[in-house]
T-cell receptor, first 112, second 115 residues
Framework: SQQGEEDPQALSIQEGENATMNCSYK?????LQWYRQNSGRGLVHLIL?????REKHSGRLRVTLDTSKKSSSLLITASRAADTASYFC????????????FGTGTRLTIIP | DAMVIQNPRYQVTQFGKPVTLSCSQT?????MYWYQQKSSQAPKLLFH???????NEADTPDNFQSRRPNTSFCFLDIRSPGLGDAAMYLC??????????????FGPGTRLTVT
């Protein structure tokens, strides 16, 4: 299965601290995306990184991708209470594949 | 605002009683997806439409069917819901031009309860 695994499963930090979540996957990918899901809601796209990219930034988000290790990390800097959510990585296995396979998710709690 | 809309947000049905969930989009995206998400799990793709072409996942039970009458609407039919079908059902869309790897836009989900 292509499904990614995320680590840790749950993370609690103080507001203002940085949060790092990791995603590992099993087979070669075309792109990797990160999504956020607030409790009981749909997913919201955060950032996409292509297989030939190593790092990408968007606001307080920093994503890295290591295709040799089949892993990615999402760093949220200066966390806020509103960042409390579940975070999922998602991969598409090959060029032209419109399907995504989601990882198991990390539940992030920001303590005010 | 362009968006993905799911109705109803909450649906209660009885064991074995057919139920239909609906999804509409104003994004004019060519791909629409249905996911099932159980508590604390990853979304699991049930099927998707690429334009009018229906693509079923190999492990999607026959109990689940879908219809896409036009670009904007997509329906999920559960013919005989079982207790194990209680979950959040998420609809998503993407604009795919053949390269894949596009971001998906999700609706708020329909939470299905089976009694």
């Amino acid at each position: 299965s292509q499904q990614g695994e995320e680590d840790p499963q749950a993370l609690s930090i103080q507001e203002g601290e940085n949060a790092t979540m990791n995603c590992s996957y099993k087979t070669s990918i075309n792109n990797l995306q990160w999504y956020r899901q607030n409790s009981g809601r749909g997913l919201v796209h955060l950032i996409l990184i292509r297989s030939n990219e190593r790092e990408k930034h968007s606001g307080r988000l920093r994503v890295t991708l290591d295709t040799s290790k089949k892993s990615s990390s999402l760093l949220i800097t200066a966390s806020r209470a509103a960042d409390t959510a579940s975070y999922f990585c998602a991969t598409d296995a090959y060029f032209g594949n419109e399907k995504l396979t989601f990882g198991t998710g990390t539940r992030l709690t920001i303590i005010p | 605002d362009a968006m993905v809309i799911q109705n109803p947000r909450y649906q209660v049905t009885q064991f074995g009683k057919p139920v239909t969930l609906s999804c509409s989009q104003t994004l004019n995206h060519n791909v629409m997806y249905w996911y099932q998400q159980k508590s604390s799990q990853a979304p699991k793709l049930l099927f998707h439409y690429y334009d009018k072409d229906f693509n079923n996942e190999a492990d999607t039970p026959d109990n689940f069917q879908s219809r896409r009458p036009n670009t904007s609407f997509c329906f999920l039919d559960i013919r005989s819901p079982g207790l194990g079908d209680a979950a959040m059902y998420l609809c998503a869309t993407s604009r795919d031009l053949g390269a894949g790897g596009q971001e998906q836009y999700f609706g708020p989900g329909t939470r299905l309860t089976v009694t």
